[in-house]
């Protein structure tokens, strides 16, 4: 079945440093791809997406490419900061209803 | 404000006490559905609906009811709550999934303690 697999947490990184979380994916067809964002003691919130191959999204200095060939969908930014300190999901959803599969989140620890 | 609420937020119950989680969005969503949180293991899905009076099962639906009689409202009934479904629970929802990709909206999650 579907599936999808984080690198483990936590990851600790100093405020301005760059950030990779990486993530990789098993599905059947075109899935489409998600990051979601977990602040403290908060529900999810959408980070960015991407549709196809190839695809960018991009939010709040977040980025990330939907690359078919190494089936994978990899988080970056430039320059973190502390309030960037929460837990990331990569998400996949199949073109079948509204099911999403996550994986078992990254935990991001950004000291100052 | 759109958004999608639960209660209650933390609760503690003991083994077989029947509970309900309730989970109500304002946003006209067709679809809605229940995630547990577990360490190490993401959040995997309960329950879900693709619309009022379609439910189906996700992937650990045992031990778990929901009925969907209003578009706006998904209970999770846990009839004989047992420790191991300990966990954070969040309810989503999100619009016509069928006809695209959209963003699901959560809930800011209720974290159940079954002693």
């Known amino acids: 079945g579907d599936s999808v697999t984080q690198m483990e947490g936590p990851v600790t990184l100093s405020e301005e440093a760059f950030l990779t979380i990486n993530c990789t994916y098993t599905?059947?067809?075109?899935?489409?791809l998600f990051w979601y964002v977990q602040y403290p003691g908060e529900g999810l919130q959408l980070l960015l997406k991407?549709?196809?191959?190839?695809d960018k999204g991009s939010n709040k200095g977040f980025e990330a490419t939907y690359r078919k060939e190494t089936t994978s969908f990899h988080l970056e930014k430039g320059s973190v900061q502390v309030s960037d300190s929460a837990v990331y999901f990569c998400a996949l959803k199949n073109n079948q209803g509204g099911k999403l599969i996550f994986g078992q989140g990254t935990e991001l620890s950004v000291k100052p | 404000e759109a958004q999608v609420t639960q209660n209650p937020r933390y609760l503690i119950t003991v083994t077989g006490k029947k509970l309900t989680v309730t989970c109500s969005q304002n946003m006209n969503h067709e679809y809605m559905s229940w995630y547990r949180q577990d360490p190490g293991l993401g959040l995997r899905q309960i329950y879900y609906?693709?619309?009022?009076?379609?439910?189906d099962k996700g992937d650990v639906p045992e031990g778990y009811k929901v009925s969907r009689k209003e578009k706006r409202n998904f209970p999770l009934i846990l009839e004989s709550p047992s420790p191991n479904q300990t966990s954070l629970y969040f309810c989503?929802?999100?619009?016509?999934?069928?006809?695209?990709?959209?963003?699901?909206?959560f809930g800011p999650g209720t974290r159940l303690t079954v002693t």
């Open positions: 609906s693709m619309n009022v009076e379609v439910t």
């Open positions: 989503a929802s999100s619009p016509r999934p069928a006809l695209g990709v959209y963003e699901q909206y």
């Open positions: 991407a549709t196809k191959a190839d």
């Open positions: 599905a059947t067809g075109y899935p489409s």
